[in-house]
């Protein structure tokens, strides 16, 4: 038996000479619990943040496939200064965005935060409007789905993402994950969300997509195909 964590995968396993009648998919599982509303007030003070603002978020190691440098660059020609991004994590492009963000004078428009403890990352999550996955369409990004997906969505935040293939055949079109074609893009894309007032609507969307995948009832069913694939169970 093989089981992979999402379709992309287990139609890559098939590619690669997996029996399909032996394959299954257990999701990713995330902590509901761990979401907070209350914690949003908090981090948005700590870093100057208005109630009338909207964040863009992302979180994790900052590749150079990540999309980061083009939305940075994108924000910097959006005169919109209720728009701002918040990061969270360190990695390549990190001193390539710090220049970035100072030759443009975006000091108050994009927020840099290095590594936190991992308890405390949910609580920045809820201080976003809107989480972003802006990753470039190449060959390792193209069949996986990062467990941060989850953890957006479990937060009530609508996922902006360029259109990889395993997020789209994950989520669909319908469940609060939203597509770009490209990662210069995404941020034109967050416009069009904050205009038509879909951001709470979207949110909701990607909140009830993940509310069935808690760690107890993926163990559980995670147990149950293990039993199904041993001999005599």
């Known amino acids: ?31 509901l619990e761990a979401f907070n509303p209350d ?22 190691w900052l590749y150079e496939f990540s999309g980061l440098k083009e939305v940075t660059l994108a924000l910097a020609k959006n005169l919109d200064s209720k728009i701002k ?18 030759d443009h004078g975006l ?8 590594w936190v403890p991992y308890p405390e990352v949910p609580k920045y999550i809820m201080a976003a409007d809107i989480c972003i996955l802006p990753a470039y369409r190449n060959e390792i990004m193209m069949n996986i789905v990062p467990i941060k997906m989850y953890e957006y969505m479990a937060a009530g ?3 902006l993402a360029t259109s990889l293939p395993g997020l789209m055949k994950e989520f669909g ?6 597509y770009a074609e490209s990662s210069d893009a995404v941020l034109n894309r967050a416009m069009e969300l904050i205009e038509t007032g879909e951001i709470g609507p ?9 509310k069935s995948l808690n760690w107890d009832e993926l163990t559980d069913v995670f147990q149950q195909t293990l039993s199904r694939g041993v001999p005599g169970e």
Do not use: C, H
Request: zero cysteines.
């Open 173 to 178: 079109e319908t469940n609060g994950v939203l």
């Open 202 to 210: 979207e949110g909701k969307r990607a909140r009830n997509f993940v």
């Open 85 to 102: 991004l918040l990061i969270l994590g360190k990695g390549d492009l990190w001193d390539i965005l710090q220049t970035i963000r100072r």
């Open 157 to 159: 935040k609508p996922v």
């Open 39 to 60: 914690d949003r007030e908090a981090i948005r003070a700590k870093y100057g943040i208005q109630d009338d603002e909207t964040v863009l978020f992302f979180m994790g």
């Open 107 to 114: 000091e108050d428009r994009i927020i840099m935060e290095p």
């Open 1 to 31: 038996m093989v089981i992979s964590i999402n379709e992309g995968l287990r139609e890559y396993t098939i590619q690669m000479g997996a029996d399909p009648e032996k394959t299954e998919v257990i999701r990713a599982g995330v902590d």
